[in-house]
Structures are given as C-alpha cells and as structure tokens.
C-alpha cells in the first residue's frame, strides 16, 4: 500500500522546501547545458581508459535537470522502491482508512523535506531504479552554485563533476549483474522487515535517544536508520555500505587519476571540494546531514577511493577489476578498511 505515503504531496513539498537556484541569465543557463552535455559525451572516452571496462552501446539517457527535475525522478525511484517495503508493513498490521490517510500525508511532507533539502545538495547522479535502462541526471543550479562557491574554472569543473557520474554509469552498465544486486539487496531488506508492532516501538524508542546523540553533534555519523533496523537488517546494510564505499571510491578514484592536460586545475578543484565536505554547510545543514547518515557517506567517498587506489597500486588495474566478477568477490565493510584482506582472498 504505497498510499501510506502521499507521492503527489511528497514531490510538492520537495518543490516547496527546495532551495531557491542562483542567478543565471537565460544565456548562462543555455551555455551551462550545452557544456554539461559536452562533457558528458567528453568523460565517457577518459573513463573507459582509467577504467578498463567495456561499456555496451549507451541507453541510458542523460538529463540535464533543475531540482524539481531530480525530485521528480528520485520521487520515481524512491516510489519503486518503497511500495513493496510499504506492502509488508501493512500486510500483518492494516491500518485503517482515516490512519492510512493522515499516516500517507504525514509522511508526504516529511519525504518531502528530505527530497527537498537533498535537491540543493546533488551533483549528478546515475538513478536506476525508475528506468531499467538508468538515467543519468546532471543537476545544472548545484553545478553552478558550487563552482560558483569554490571560485574554481566552470570547465574544468563540470568535466570533473561528470567524470564521477559516467563512471557510475560505466560500473552499472559494463557489468550488468550490478543492478538486480541491488534491486536484491533491496529486497532482502524487505524480507527482514519485522512488523511486530512493540519490536517498532523498542526501535523507535531508541531513535528518541539517538536524536539527542545527533544534535549534540555525537554518535557515528550513521544517522538514525541504525538505530531502528535489527540485526538483521543491519547485515544487509553492513553489505549495501561496503557495495556504496566501492562504487563512490571507484569513480572518486577515476576522476581524480584523469591527466592534468585534460583538467588543468583538478589539484585546486581536488583540495577545496575536500575542504567544503569538511566543513558542511550551516548548523542546520550539518543537523541535517547527521540526521540522514550523509556524514557516513562521505566517509564512503574517503574510505573507498583509498580502498581502490591500495588495491590498484599493489595488484594493478586489470587484477582490480577482478572485483565486478560476482557479487561473492565484492568487498566486505573490513576489507574496505583492510585491503589487503580482499586482495588475499580473491587473489590467493
């Protein structure tokens, strides 16, 4: 029953709560366009040769999209992937149609923030779960106001930026397997859904404390989905973190390994996007982050790229790749911390 969420007022509240876009004449914008296209299709060449996977002929579309666009898309992919999740929770504890309603429109608004606040934040992204096919979403007002912010070359910059997202595509597209691994990840989260509703209340009780931990700036980073997931879930999750620190550091990797005479000024582009993630935004934007586990994410960023450029420098490229075999010889979380670990096992 997806209607325990309310799609339609989630994506208007997104809109609503989304950020206003910086000042662009329609010439800029129609320039910033263009570009990021170009770059596109530039990075594709420079990403098969730092990488050494074979992308099949393209089919995923490539989207130069304002926030509403990416909350558009992500309301898509995120309703896809929720609506079975949805169905097991109601399907030992229906909740009635008054419930159901105020239940479906509370959290609307509150998906709604979140698709909101993260609209202003997104650079690109390969989204896969709305088009079998993958869809690679470029976002030109965050471009334009982080490149803006760093007083970096927009060129260098935005081939940078799409460097990372083509490399998402090339891992999800050259090897195929990727995605359904997802997808059955996803549902085995589901499966391990408990919906006895006091276990619900123990987990959400707990969450009240983490709140505080939050704010006070304490805790792990992890945010509060790990405080109300069981051990069970928190397995699968221990494998979707590991599955993330890859990809993210893969294409961290990529992008930052290009030759200078591609991105002449990629050191400085490198050194000051670093510091603005150390930095966060506001107090709120950093509660923000804390609260939805984005300063963990950033850690994939950090402990990825240093797991891949380890593995690559010990064993080299081809025998890194070794890694998109199978699901069996993906990283495990103390192998991205230890690499070691993953090159004696699968190299042994």
């Not at 420079?46 to 995923?60: F, G, M, S």
């Not at 609307?108 to 709305?130: A, H, T």
């Not at 950033?298 to 080299?316: E, H, L, N, P």
Request: net charge neutral.
């Amino acid at each position: 029953m997806s209607s325990l969420i309310d799609w339609d007022l989630a994506t208007r509240s997104a809109r609503r709560f989304s950020p206003a876009s910086p000042s662009v004449s329609r010439r800029e914008a129609d320039d910033v366009v263009s570009e990021l296209y170009r770059a596109t299709a530039a990075a594709a060449d420079h990403v098969a040769e730092l990488t050494r996977l074979q992308e099949p002929a393209v089919t995923a579309a490539t989207r130069v999209v304002d926030r509403a666009g990416w909350i558009d898309a992500n309301a898509g992919g995120m309703q896809a992937v929720m609506t079975p999740i949805m169905e097991r929770l109601t399907e030992q504890n229906p909740v009635g149609k008054v419930a159901e309603r105020v239940g479906g429109r509370l959290t609307g608004v509150q998906l709604g923030v979140i698709l909101g606040f993260l609209s202003g934040k997104v650079l690109g992204q390969f989204e896969f779960f709305d088009r079998p096919g993958g869809q690679l979403l470029l976002v030109a007002p965050n471009m334009v106001a982080v490149e803006r912010q760093l007083k970096v070359d927009p060129k260098d910059f935005r081939l940078w930026v799409c460097l990372h997202e083509v490399t998402h595509r090339v891992q999800f597209t050259a090897v195929p397997w990727l995605r359904q691994h997802m997808l059955d990840e996803v549902g085995a989260l589901t499966d391990s859904l408990d919906t006895d509703p006091t276990e619900l209340r123990k987990r959400l009780s707990g969450a009240a404390g983490e709140l505080v931990k939050v704010v006070r700036g304490q805790g792990d980073g992890s945010g509060l989905l790990a405080v109300v997931t069981t051990p069970e879930q928190r397995a699968v999750l221990e494998r979707v973190t590991a599955f993330m620190s890859l990809v993210e550091g893969h294409a961290e990797y990529v992008m930052n390994a290009v030759s200078p005479s591609v991105i002449p000024s990629q050191q400085a582009i490198e050194a000051r996007f670093a510091t603005r993630r150390r930095r966060g935004g506001n107090p709120l934007d950093r509660l923000l982050r804390r609260l939805l586990g984005m300063e963990a994410k950033t850690r994939q960023y950090v402990d990825g790229s240093a797991f891949v450029r380890t593995v690559v420098d010990r064993i080299g490229l081809d025998d890194f790749n070794a890694i998109w075999t199978s699901a069996e010889t993906l990283p495990t979380k103390s192998e991205i911390a230890d690499p070691g670990l993953w090159i004696a096992r699968v190299h042994a």
